[in-house]
């Protein structure tokens, strides 16, 4: 026979379980984000909620063409407002995300495009405009109208461990072109990664999956 104080007294410990199981959820399969920038256009919108599977990267399997979240590798994000309500504002959101019921909004995260991993020579460009990996011109179907695959000449070779990142809005992302004078030059180490981005759920006219497009196809 069901019993109404039993039940009410078994209330915390569902809660408790609820809370333990959406953590172990987002620390090892997924990982729910808030994207507050135009960086990569069209491919994410501004405002669009992601999910990030973060099951691949534990096993660090990372390829050209993934979108990934990572955490910030060298300061490329502005330093946010540090004051006393800020931060007691900022340390009761992060506890709701840090359970599952928000978005990370991605403050001290950035999502690019692998462009190059371990190993890899990244150069821009070839006679016609395409950026060049491993001496082949490459195919870039996602890239913001009207941008070209780079304003800015580079010609890198990506270390063992480290990833070359771009926006698919080229003209609007400051991404490893832009910070070749940090510590990593420009480069994102691999465990800085927290996972591969596999689809938009929310709002629900800009729904999909994300899936990996190999531009050196």
């Known amino acids: 026979m069901f019993r109404k104080g039993s039940f009410l007294r078994e209330i915390p410990a569902l809660i408790v379980v609820a809370v333990i199981v959406s953590l172990v959820i987002k620390t090892f399969v997924v990982q729910f984000f808030y994207i507050p920038s135009g960086s990569m256009e069209n491919t994410l919108q501004i405002q669009d909620r992601v999910a990030v599977n973060k099951l ?3 096993t660090r399997e990372i390829h050209r063409g993934d979108v990934i979240v990572f ?3 060298a300061d490329w994000l502005p330093t946010w407002n540090n004051d006393a309500d800020a931060r007691i504002k900022a340390k009761a959101k992060a506890l709701l995300v840090d359970v599952g019921i928000l978005p990370n909004p991605a403050k001290q995260f950035l999502v690019k495009r692998v462009i190059g991993v371990g190993g890899d020579n990244v150069q821009c460009c070839s006679a016609k405009g395409n950026l060049i990996v491993n001496g082949k011109a490459t195919n870039e179907p996602y890239i913001f109208a009207g941008n070209e695959p780079s304003d800015m000449k580079f010609n890198v070779t990506v ?5 070359w990142v771009m926006g698919d809005h080229r003209g609007a992302s400051a991404d490893s072109r832009y910070h070749q004078d940090d510590i990593n030059k420009g480069f994102v180490p691999e465990q800085e990664v927290v996972g591969r981005v596999v689809a938009v759920i929310w709002p629900f006219k800009n729904a999909k999956l994300i899936e ?6």
């Open 212 to 217: 990996r497009v190999n531009a050196s196809n």
């Open 56 to 58: 691949p990267f534990i």
């Open 71 to 73: 955490h910030d590798p």
């Open 159 to 163: 270390p063992k461990g480290k990833l």
